[in-house]
């Protein structure tokens, strides 16, 4: 079945860039989103790419997508306290019913 | 206001004991999911419902009931709950799910923390 990976765990200093990655295995993904769970609440959708596309950038926020190696990149610029939280990449082959969810990534902003 | 509601937030309940999660949507979603979070496994799908009296297992449905009888509503029944059931469970609508866009874009409610004793 579909399986998407992430790293636990990312630590980063406040006004520096944060990379979070993901790497998924269904080739036939359509659309690649990622989502933020900020302390004690749901998930909400941050942004999103069509497979069809390498970059979309929204404001701090740039997604870099490697269709052939299958790596997603969510890159935050000059990050902030706020940017904490856990960041879940997840693809869908365009159904909602067939939406699979990486592991999630936990977001530090240190001071 | 928009917004997928669930209760309880959190509950404390003992192994065989029959209980029920609500979840409730005012955005006249069709799609309706139920996923449980666990520490180093992400999200997991449960259950969903593609519409009124249309339901269907996720990824991990063992111990799970649901039904959808109203549009609005998506109540998840743990009929013998057990410890490894203790998790966050999330509901989440989506607003268009003829659209592949629309489908992943899922509109989530604040979770219900569940400790099986």
């Known amino acids: 079945g579909e399986d998407v990976e992430q790293s636990l765990f990312l630590s980063v200093r406040e006004g520096d860039s944060s990379v979070i990655n993901c790497t998924y295995t269904?080739?036939?993904?359509?659309?690649l989103y990622w989502y933020k769970q900020e302390p004690g609440a749901g998930l909400q959708l941050l942004t999103y790419?069509?497979?069809?596309?390498d970059m979309k950038q929204d404001q701090r926020l740039t997604v870099l997508l490697n269709k052939k190696d299958k790596h997603l990149s969510l890159r935050i610029a000059d990050t902030q306290t706020g940017d904490s939280a856990i960041y879940f990449c997840?693809?869908?082959?365009?159904?909602?019913?067939?939406?699979?969810f990486g592991t999630g990534t936990r977001l530090q902003v240190t001071l | 206001e928009a917004q997928v509601t669930q209760n309880p937030r959190y509950l404390i309940t003992v192994t065989g004991k029959k209980l029920t999660v609500t979840c409730s949507q005012n955005?006249?979603?069709?799609?309706m999911s139920w996923y449980r979070q666990d520490p180093g496994l992400g999200l997991r799908q449960i259950y969903y419902?593609?519409?009124?009296?249309?339901?269907d297992k996720g990824d991990v449905p063992e111990g799970y009931k649901v039904s959808r009888k109203e549009k609005r509503n998506f109540p998840l029944i743990l009929e013998s709950p057990s410890p490894n059931q203790t998790s966050l469970y999330f509901c989440a609508s989506s607003r268009d799910i003829s659209d592949p866009r629309g489908a992943g874009e899922l509109f989530f409610g604040e979770g219900s923390r569940l400790t099986v004793l």
């Open positions: 955005m006249n979603h069709e799609y």
């Open positions: 269904d080739s036939s993904s359509t659309y």
């Open positions: 790419i069509f497979s069809n596309m």
């Open positions: 419902s593609m519409n009124v009296e249309v339901t």
């Open positions: 997840a693809e869908s082959t365009g159904t909602a019913s067939k939406l699979t």
